[in-house]
């Protein structure tokens, strides 16, 4: 069975400074990987995916995501913070051929402080 | 513009009553997701469904039911029988089979007991 853990319940860092938030998996195979962000009493949005090629995805509003399938981890990451950036992120984790069923980690919160 | 509709937004249950929380989508999705969020423990997938008159128990279907007439609607009915119905309920669809692409997520159902 596939797993995903996201060690840090909170991140907090200043505006301006990068961010990054942590993401590790266990799934058999070579995986597609997801992160969302959710604002509260929202639904998820799709930020960005892996699915192969690049180690270093890029997807909106200026986050990137960094895949190491040796230490199957796929970080999320910033080089500027902003205040609006505070929400609840997720990472997901699915088997190709899996029909699309989502294994989600806990979520960490990400606080950005002016 | 296309997208999925969750309603109410708000739903208040009372003791040993059914509710049922609507999800319509205008994607042309043939695949939908019923996840239920509680704090801290990331999305659980109740039901789901690849196609109309077909759908899956997920990992916590007890107390739950679906049906799945149109492919346009997945509603989920809380029964009475599912004691912890207390949650924010997410509705989500795919295309069906492309495990690569995101799941659209509506903006959820928070569910209260009077």
Same mark, same amino acid.
């Given at each position: 069975?596939?797993?995903?853990?996201?060690?840090?319940?909170?991140?907090?860092?200043?505006?301006?400074?990068?961010?990054?938030?942590?993401?590790?998996?266990?799934?058999?195979?070579?995986p597609y990987l997801f992160w969302y962000v959710q604002y509260p009493n929202r639904g998820l949005q799709f930020l960005l995916k892996?699915?192969?090629?690049?180690?270093?995805?890029?997807?909106?509003?200026?986050?990137?995501?960094?895949?190491?399938?040796?230490?199957?981890?796929?970080?999320?990451?910033?080089?500027?913070?902003?205040?609006?950036?505070?929400?609840?992120?997720?990472?997901?984790?699915?088997?190709?051929?899996?029909?699309?069923?989502?294994?989600?980690?806990?979520?960490?919160?990400?606080?950005?402080?002016? | 513009?296309?997208?999925?509709?969750?309603?109410?937004?708000?739903?208040?249950?009372?003791?040993?009553?059914?509710?049922?929380?609507?999800?319509?989508?205008?994607?042309?999705?043939?695949?939908?997701?019923?996840?239920?969020?509680?704090?801290?423990?990331?999305?659980?997938?109740?039901?789901?469904?690849?196609? #109309?008159?077909?759908? $899956? +128990?997920?990992?916590? =279907?007890?107390?739950?039911?679906? /049906?799945?007439?149109?492919?346009? &609607?997945?509603?989920?009915? #809380?029964?009475?029988? $599912? +004691?912890?119905?207390? =949650?924010?309920?997410?509705?989500? /669809?795919?295309?069906?089979?492309? &495990?690569?692409?995101?799941?659209?997520?509506?903006?959820?159902?928070?569910?209260?007991?009077?």
């Amino acid at each position: 069975a596939q797993s995903v853990a996201q060690p840090e319940d909170q991140v907090n860092v200043a505006e301006g400074n990068p961010l990054t938030v942590k993401c590790t998996y266990s799934v058999s195979g070579n995986p597609y990987l997801f992160w969302y962000v959710q604002y509260p009493n929202r639904g998820l949005q799709f930020l960005l995916k892996y699915i192969t090629g690049d180690n270093l995805v890029k997807g909106s509003y200026g986050f990137e995501a960094e895949f190491n399938k040796s230490q199957t981890s796929f970080h999320l990451k910033k080089p500027s913070a902003l205040v609006s950036d505070s929400a609840l992120y997720f990472c997901a984790v699915t088997p190709p051929n899996a029909g699309n069923m989502l294994t989600f980690g806990g979520g960490t919160r990400l606080m950005v402080k002016p | 513009d296309g997208g999925i509709t969750q309603s109410p937004k708000y739903l208040f249950r009372k003791e040993g009553q059914n509710v049922t929380l609507s999800c319509e989508q205008n994607l042309n999705h043939d695949a939908m997701y019923w996840y239920r969020q509680d704090p801290g423990q990331g999305l659980r997938l109740i039901y789901y469904s690849q196609i #109309v008159n077909d759908f $899956q +128990k997920g990992d916590i =279907a007890e107390g739950y039911s679906v /049906s799945r007439e149109k492919k346009e &609607s997945f509603p989920l009915t #809380v029964t009475s029988a $599912q +004691k912890n119905p207390t =949650a924010f309920y997410l509705c989500a /669809s795919t295309p069906r089979g492309y &495990s690569n692409q995101p799941q659209h997520f509506g903006d959820g159902t928070r569910l209260s007991i009077l």
